[in-house]
């Protein structure tokens, strides 16, 4: 599988306009954050084709920091804090939002020690291949550390919702994250993103069955 500029500015294009029609499901304040998802991979998939773009065409080389930081800030700062507060919003049985409340103060610490790492660290995103590949100074201890908070909180809590067709999206999360540590380990930050990005198209199907009213909220 190759990626490029082209293909992050595709996944964009197509995103955003999944993204408005999710948007267009929305009910209620509470939906917002979940169904802004595709919307927000959008973005993410924008700012990469321009670090496609600053690393390939010299031309574009003063993208480049801002391109970086802009697609690792959603990467490693937002999606461990937004993918379970958002799960927590659109949640209705009790029980289980106490589950995942312990998953979301999992991601808010990723976020913060992730904060941290990408202030005080040197990030280097480079092409290697058909993809980008992204590494930030860090310790061991921190990686795994990192590693399982962020995972808990991403790939964990969506399995904890009672809505309707979340435990697909959740499935083709683990599928996804399985295939790119199989296939694509040191792109890890670049193709899981992208692979995330392109599942976020179920988030319509999950927000049309709540204003059906077969969904939580």
Same mark, same amino acid.
């Given at each position: 599988?190759?990626?490029? &500029?082209?293909?992050? !500015?595709?996944?964009?294009?197509?995103? *955003?306009?999944?993204?408005?029609?999710? +948007?267009?499901?929305? @009910?209620?304040?509470?939906?917002?954050?979940?169904a802004s998802i595709p919307l927000l991979f959008a973005i993410q998939q924008v700012c990469e084709g321009f670090v496609w773009l600053s690393l390939s065409d010299s031309a574009f080389y003063h993208w480049h920091g801002t391109a970086k930081y &802009?697609?690792?800030? !959603?990467?490693?700062?937002?999606?461990? *804090?937004?993918?379970?507060?958002?799960? +927590?919003?659109?949640? @209705?049985?009790?029980?289980?939002r106490k589950i995942i409340r312990y998953f979301l103060f999992a991601g808010i610490a990723?976020?913060?020690?992730?904060?941290?790492?990408?202030?005080?660290?040197?990030?280097?995103?480079?092409?290697?291949?058909c993809h980008i590949s992204y590494e930030i100074e860090s310790t061991k201890t921190m990686m795994i550390a990192t590693g399982i908070l962020y995972l808990s909180a991403i790939v964990i809590a969506p399995f904890i919702s009672s809505c309707k067709r979340t435990f697909i999206l959740a499935t083709a999360n683990v599928v996804s994250l399985t295939i790119t540590q199989l296939f694509f380990d040191?792109?890890?930050?670049?193709?899981?993103?992208?692979?995330?990005?392109?599942?976020?198209?179920?988030?319509?199907?999950?927000?049309?069955?709540m204003r059906r009213g077969n969904g939580s909220v």
């Open positions: 599988m190759c990626f490029s &500029a082209n293909a992050s !500015f595709i996944a964009g294009a197509a995103l *955003t306009v999944v993204g408005v029609a999710s +948007l267009s499901q929305v @009910r209620k304040p509470a939906q917002l954050m979940f &802009a697609f690792l800030i !959603f990467a490693q700062i937002v999606w461990p *804090t937004w993918i379970p507060l958002s799960y +927590l919003l659109i949640e @209705r049985s009790l029980k289980r990723a976020t913060l020690i992730l904060t941290y790492r990408l202030l005080f660290s040197t990030a280097v995103a480079q092409i290697n291949g040191v792109y890890l930050v670049s193709v899981w993103c992208f692979f995330a990005a392109v599942q976020s198209v179920l988030i319509f199907f999950v927000m049309r069955e």
